[in-house]
């Protein structure tokens, strides 16, 4: 129990254990995470964190267990969980030929209404101001990223699945990305993080996940 | 949470399939492109004897037609797995199946549609009769959707796969056999003057059924190739 658990579980992980081909990745995987808290999932490469976030987020089936959202199974809510998860993965998920704009207006518009003027600040928020109409191909890996925080700031989603969010950024980036995690917990959102490096978000509201 | 109908979510995927398309017109195209030059070279390649072309037309047309969208199915779901986008459709609240049916909607009308308004001409250069015509477009226009589902539904099972291609065409012809057999007998009566309103019922027919399973098929298969 730490210091911000106030409250049920929102999420909650059960023996979730999984495999790829004959390699057993994790087994007996269970967590809880309550409003306000950030899961930092840690370990070598190639332990299967990134494979855990896509079992959580219920892209993958797990071989057993169960993951569950607000008492209520994942894999039976689909349409409820999503609603209020945002996922980061690795790759950006953008499309090469739409505009950071483009792009974010139809990622957002599947799933909240959002005026153009909030995904404006959200890019503004992440320092994409002059890049909003620049097709994604042009920018930077850096600033792809960004455009992917961005989406995560204006989701509205509870609950932020960030797989290596520090990847390519620099400094003032990754700074931006502890400020934008600091904020959601005190919204009493919810974090699983995966990342090597540590990250500067306070002590108090993080449980850490050790693979492998 | 609330989040947006389904009516919007079809017209957002629709709507950007539609722009990514005319961003890259050229590689639209390309479907259409093989259906003309394919049915254009026949009458150069044979003699042009307006009998022998007469003859042909209708399987030349219809066969043509269907490797046409099955070039094009290769290409539906591939870029969309490949930059990721495909796994932010998986995760949204709306249902995959209406997403993936926005997309071959969108398929249909860059690939599919052109080809039922190209027919015309294709059809005067193979000496198709001016009464047939109607009627093969008809026909296209209700064979057309068909190939397009069922090679998203083959395509979105095949995506994972590294050389997919030659696989996809194995599964999408056994499946569509039906649609070249009563499309080639539609043009084939009219161009002898008989009616052809049975077959259109069965083409009409299997077009529903297309609609009301491809989605969950390719819903399903796309769940799988993206575990």
Redesign the interface.
């Given at each position: 129990m730490t210091a911000a658990g106030n409250g049920a579980a929102l999420l909650e992980g059960k023996g979730l254990e999984l495999w790829r081909g004959e390699r057993r990745l994790f087994t007996g995987v269970s967590f809880e995470l309550r409003a306000g808290e950030l899961l930092h999932i840690v370990g070598p490469n190639g332990c299967g964190k990134t494979s855990l976030l896509r079992v959580l987020?219920?892209?993958?089936?797990p071989e057993t267990g169960d993951v569950y959202w607000c008492s209520k199974k994942v894999s039976r809510n689909r349409?409820?969980f999503?609603?209020?998860?945002c996922?980061l993965?690795?790759?950006?998920?953008?499309?090469?030929?739409?505009t950071a704009e483009?792009n974010l207006v139809?990622?957002l518009?599947?799933?909240?209404?959002l005026s153009s003027a909030d995904i404006h600040a959200a890019l503004d928020k992440v320092g994409l101001t002059k890049q909003r109409s620049v097709p994604a191909r042009s920018l930077s890996a850096g600033q792809k990223r960004r455009v992917s925080l961005a989406r995560a700031l204006a989701s509205g989603a509870r609950l932020w699945i960030l797989d290596e969010p520090y990847t390519n950024l620099d400094v003032a980036g990754r700074e931006l990305v502890d400020q934008m995690m600091s904020e959601h917990l005190e919204r009493d959102g919810l974090i699983l993080l995966v990342a090597h490096q540590a990250h500067g978000v306070a002590a108090g509201v993080m449980r850490r996940l050790e693979l492998g | 949470?609330?989040?947006?109908g389904l009516g919007?979510?079809f017209w957002?995927?629709l709507t950007?399939d539609l722009?990514?398309a005319f961003?890259?017109i050229g590689q639209a195209a390309n479907p259409l492109m093989f259906f003309v030059m394919v049915t254009t070279l026949f009458p150069l390649a044979l003699s042009p004897a307006p009998e022998l072309l007469m003859a042909i037309a209708p399987g030349v047309i219809w066969v043509s037609a269907l490797l046409a969208s099955l070039l094009a199915a290769e290409s539906l779901f591939r870029q969309d797995i490949e930059?990721?986008?495909m796994?932010?459709?998986?995760?949204?609240?709306?249902?995959l199946s209406l997403?993936l049916l926005a997309k071959t909607a969108s398929h249909w009308l860059m690939t599919g549609l052109p080809l039922v308004l190209m027919a015309p001409i294709v059809g005067h250069a193979l000496f198709l009769p001016a009464e047939a015509v109607p009627a093969t477009m008809l026909a296209l226009l209700l064979a057309t959707p068909v190939l397009s589902l069922a090679g998203a539904v083959m395509a979105a099972l095949t995506v994972g796969l590294r050389r997919g291609g030659g696989l996809l065409s194995l599964l999408i012809l056994p499946i569509v056999m039906p649609v070249l057999i009563f499309g080639a007998r539609a043009t084939d009566m009219s161009m002898q003057g008989l009616d052809v309103s049975g077959v259109m019922y069965l083409l009409a027919a299997v077009l529903l059924l297309a609609v009301s399973l491809a989605p969950a098929g390719m819903s399903a298969a796309m769940r799988i190739s993206?575990?």
């Open positions: 987020c219920g892209l993958t089936l349409a409820d999503h609603a209020s998860t996922y993965g690795h790759r950006e998920s953008l499309k090469a030929d739409l483009e139809f990622q518009g599947l799933r909240c209404w | 949470m609330e989040w947006p919007t979510a957002l995927q950007r722009r990514l961003r890259h930059d990721g986008t796994e932010q459709l998986a995760l949204s609240p709306q249902p997403l993206l575990d």
